[in-house]
Nanobody, 121 residues
């Protein structure tokens, strides 16, 4: 019932740009924090960018100044604008929706299936 569907991945040359989208359904989008994670072969999953329900953002140091996360609550969609792409950005990018339940209950977390971004050099 809950779905997070990523799109926008593909092959791009170093220095190019790409915009990822994550469309959510089955959740009350406005009360979920949203994030983009990536996982390359042989590496751990890492947080790329996050945006809270209130619009506060946070980025991994490796993408600061190059990537921008945004959300459109009317469209139940979160975006990741990626500029000045580098080969080391190559990864599968995953969308996450998370609702914090405070100190008493576990967080509610949902994941998309991922979209592949390949940056050639």
């Amino acid at each position: 019932q809950v779905q997070l569907v990523e799109s926008g991945g593909g092959l791009v040359q170093a220095g190019g740009s790409l915009r990822l989208s994550c469309a959510a359904s089955g959740i009350s989008f406005g009360i979920f924090n949203m994030g983009w994670y990536r996982q390359a072969p042989g590496k751990q999953r890492e947080l790329v960018a996050a945006i809270t329900t209130g619009g506060a953002t946070n980025y991994a140091d490796s993408v600061k100044g190059r990537f921008t996360i945004s959300r459109d609550n009317a469209k139940n969609t979160v975006y990741l604008q990626m500029n000045s792409l580098k080969p080391e950005d190559t990864s599968v990018y995953y969308c996450q929706a998370r609702r914090s339940m405070g100190w008493v209950m576990n967080d509610i977390t949902y994941w998309g299936k991922g979209t592949l971004v390949t940056v050639s050099s």
